[in-house]
């Protein structure tokens, strides 16, 4: 499977520009995996770091549905990857986790994401709370947010990336 890329648009009106910027950032991820095993998927950069290509995807999945699920739309949608108990399960992988299923999780997560986002004005206010506070987010927030995660992970994922097989880009 060949993941395609494209840049944003640079005279959009700001929906498409932000909805552009976090297509391209989730893109981004998918190309940092591609061509890569599971057991590569599943290799940490340097100790005493567990970050792995697959655990951020798996990350990712979960934000996904929490900012566009349970803030968003206001869904009682439970975390996919992680407990309570263990916020950090999405990053633990295993050997039985496989890039097919992450991969899937994933795109269905997106694709409710574009789903519920298209019922939202930017200044709509999202009809569910974050767990860490009351206050009130609009969808132009989330995208904000949304691309800041996608991209603070990327870099992580060029690291990864680069240490499991020395490509590097953009």
Partial sequence: MTIERSEPSRTADERTMLEGWLEYH????????????????????????????LGLVRHMADVERGWFRR???????????YTAEDRDGDFRVTETDTWQ?????????????????????????AKGHHHSTDDPF?????????IEEYARHNGHADLLRESIDGVTGD
């Fill in 26 to 53: 989730r893109a981004s991820l998918a190309v940092k995996c591609q061509g890569l095993t599971d057991e590569q998927l599943r290799t940490a950069s340097v100790a005493p770091s567990a970050l792995t290509l």
């Fill in 71 to 81: 803030v968003l739309a206001g869904e009682d949608a439970a975390p996919i990857h």
């Fill in 101 to 125: 299923d992450a991969y899937a999780t994933w795109q269905n997560e997106i694709t409710v994401a574009r789903r519920h986002a298209s019922g939202f004005a930017l200044d709509d206010l």
């Fill in 138 to 146: 609009n969808l132009r927030w989330i995208y904000t947010h949304m």
